[in-house]
C-alpha cells in the first residue's frame, strides 16, 4: 500500500556526502521531510529515497549540515508524465478517451422498473417509450416532472413516478394506487340482507333488530337485520345495522369438456432466423426468405449481453424459431378430463365462497356425445351478510 | 561517555516517579517497542547519531540507545519517532 502511494507521488533517490550526514537526517526529520530506504555507502556517504517536495527543500538544510546532495534516480508517476509532456497525441488521446467515455455514460441504455406489482413493467416501459423516455436517450435531458405528469395520466393504476439515473442504467420507481375499499359511513343508516340463498345457522346482530331466527330459509336479497328499530320509549330510531350472519348454503356448479381436442403434429420442418438489436436499431442476420408455413410456433428467445454485477449492455441477440405444424385430433382420457374439471370446480367455489368452509361436495361426471359434463354440490357454511343504505 | 558515571534523575522524571505517571509521557524519555529480533519502533528521539548496517546510535536525550544487529535499516523516521528493521542482536544504553 505504501509502496503504491509512494509510486503515485513519485521518489527521488538521493546521495548524501559530507562529514556527518546523520546531521542532515536529523535536520531533514526535524522539519519535516520524509525520508526511507536508508543504505550507507561508506563513511562519508548515504542514499536515501524522498518524495519530490523533499528533494526540493532539501538544499537549505544541506548548506547547514555542511553536506552535499545529488540526485541518483527518479521514479513514479510524475516523473514519467513529465517525461511525456511532449507527446501532445498521447495526452490528446487520453483525454479524449476520457471525454468519449464521460460522454456515453450521459446516455441510458438500460431501463428497469421496480415498486410495480399490477401494472407490468412492459407497460410501463411502453408507455415511457410513447413519451420519448427510451434506451439511447441523452439522461440530462430526461425530465422527470414532466415524465411523472405524463405517466400518471397515461396510467391510472400508478400514484407516484420517478427515475433515478446512475451511469448507463435508470431506475423506473413507481408506486401502485391502492383501489378504495367502499366504506359506508357509520353514521349512515343500514339493512343488512342475505348476499346468496340458503339456510340461517346464526344470526349475531350487534346493531339493528334481526328479523330471520337460526333455522329459517333466506332468499337473495331478503332483510336478515333491519336498522329501523322502533321501540315505545325512544320511538322510532334509523341505525348502522352491523351483524355477522352464518347460513347454511348450496352450490351446484358444472363444467364441459369435449375429450376429443385438436393437436400438434410437427412436420420437422422449422425456420430460425437471428436479428441482433444494437440500442433499439435491428439487423437482421437472415438473407434468406421466410418460408411459407401455413401453420407455425413461433419462438422467441433473446439474449442481452451483460456485464458483471447486473448490468446490461445494449445489445441483444434474438433468435426467432419457427415450427411448421399441422393439426391433428387427439383424445384425453376420461379420468384425466375429469380430475381437471374437478380442480377448476373447487377453485371455481372457493372464489364464490366469503368467509366460508365446504362442509360437503359430491362429484358427478357423465359423458354423452364425447363431451364430459361433470357436476359439483357442494354444501357450505358461509357469511352472507350483505350491508346496504335504507333508502331515503 | 564513560559507563561509571550514572545521570542524574531529571526533576520531571522524579516527578513521575512521585505521582506514578509513565515516565515517557511526562519527562519526554524516549520509549522503545521492539517486535521480536526485526523491528524497533522507537519515540522521543533526537536524532541519529552513528548510521550502518550494523550498528545505530540514537540520541535519546540523557542516554544513547545503540542498536547492533546486520542488516539494519532506516525505514522511516521524523522528528519524534523512527522505525528500524533487520536483525536485532542488541540494544545497550550508553551514558
Known amino acids: 500500500m505504501q509502496q503504491t502511494v509512494n509510486f503515485l507521488r513519485g521518489s527521488v533517490e538521493v546521495d548524501i556526502e559530507g562529514a556527518f550526514p546523520e546531521r542532515f537526517l536529523n535536520i531533514c526529520a526535524q522539519n519535516g521531510i520524509e525520508f526511507w530506504g536508508l543504505r550507507r555507502l561508506d563513511d562519508t556517504h548515504l542514499r536515501v529515497r524522498v518524495h519530490p517536495s523533499g528533494w526540493r527543500a532539501m538544499p537549505p538544510f544541506a548548506l547547514k549540515a555542511q553536506c552535499r546532495v545529488s540526485l541518483v534516480k527518479q521514479r513514479g508517476v510524475p516523473f514519467f508524465l513529465w517525461r511525456y509532456r511532449r507527446r501532445h497525441g498521447f495526452i490528446l488521446g487520453f483525454l479524449l478517451t476520457l471525454g468519449v467515455l464521460y460522454g456515453l455514460s450521459q446516455f441510458v441504455w438500460e431501463f428497469e422498473v421496480v415498486g410495480n406489482e399490477l401494472v407490468s413493467s412492459e407497460t410501463i416501459l411502453r408507455h415511457l417509450a410513447e413519451i420519448g423516455v427510451k434506451p439511447g436517450i441523452y439522461g440530462p435531458s430526461i425530465d422527470i416532472a414532466t415524465i411523472k405528469n405524463e405517466m400518471m395520466l397515461h396510467i391510472d393504476e400508478l400514484s407516484w413516478l420517478t427515475v433515478n439515473r446512475q451511469g448507463s442504467l435508470a431506475t423506473v420507481e413507481v408506486r401502485e394506487r391502492i383501489p378504495k375499499p367502499e366504506i359506508l359511513p357509520a353514521d349512515q343508516p343500514c339493512n343488512i340482507v342475505a348476499a346468496k340463498d340458503g339456510l340461517i345457522l346464526r344470526v349475531d346482530a350487534r346493531t339493528g333488530s334481526a328479523q330471520v331466527k337460526a333455522g329459517e330459509t333466506v332468499t337473495k336479497g331478503q332483510l336478515i337485520v333491519s336498522g329501523v328499530v322502533d321501540s315505545n320509549l325512544v320511538g322510532t330510531r334509523f341505525l348502522h345495522a352491523q351483524a355477522d350472519v352464518y347460513a347454511r348454503t348450496w352450490y351446484d356448479l358444472s363444467a364441459k369438456m369435449p375429450l376429443r381436442v385438436a393437436a400438434k403434429t410437427y412436420t420437422g420442418r422449422s425456420y430460425t432466423r437471428r436479428i441482433l438489436i444494437v440500442a433499439g436499431y435491428r439487423m437482421n442476420f437472415s438473407i434468406l426468405g421466410f418460408p411459407s408455413f401455413e401453420k407455425c410456433d413461433k419462438i422467441v428467445k433473446t439474449a442481452t449481453l451483460g456485464l458483471p454485477f447486473g448490468a446490461t449492455l445494449p445489445v441483444s441477440l434474438v433468435t426467432e424459431t419457427y415450427t411448421e405444424y399441422k393439426p391433428a385430433a387427439a383424445s384425453i382420457s376420461q379420468a384425466s378430463a375429469a380430475e381437471a374439471l374437478k380442480a377448476s370446480l373447487t377453485r371455481r367455489l372457493s372464489a364464490l365462497l366469503d368467509e366460508g368452509e365446504v362442509l360437503a361436495a359430491d362429484v358427478t361426471a357423465v359423458e354423452s356425445n364425447g363431451v364430459l359434463l361433470v357436476s359439483l354440490k357442494a354444501e357450505c357454511r358461509e357469511q352472507i351478510a350483505l350491508t346496504i343504505p335504507l333508502p331515503k | ?95
Open chain 2, 1 to 95: 561517555m564513560s559507563t561509571e558515571r550514572e545521570p542524574k534523575k531529571s526533576l520531571f522524571e522524579r516527578a513521575a516517579d512521585v505521582f506514578d505517571l509513565p515516565a515517557d509521557v511526562l519527562a519526554g524519555l524516549p520509549r522503545l517497542e521492539i517486535a521480536g529480533c526485526r523491528r524497533l519502533l522507537m519515540e522521543n528521539h533526537r536524532g541519529i547519531l552513528e548510521y550502518s548496517g550494523e550498528q545505530i546510535d540514537i540520541n535519546g536525550g540523557q542516554v544513547v540507545v545503540r542498536v547492533k544487529g546486520k542488516g539494519l535499516d532506516l525505514r522511516a523516521m521524523n522528528a519524534n519517532e523512527l522505525s528500524l528493521d533487520g536483525l536485532l542482536f542488541s540494544i545497550e544504553f550508553v551514558f
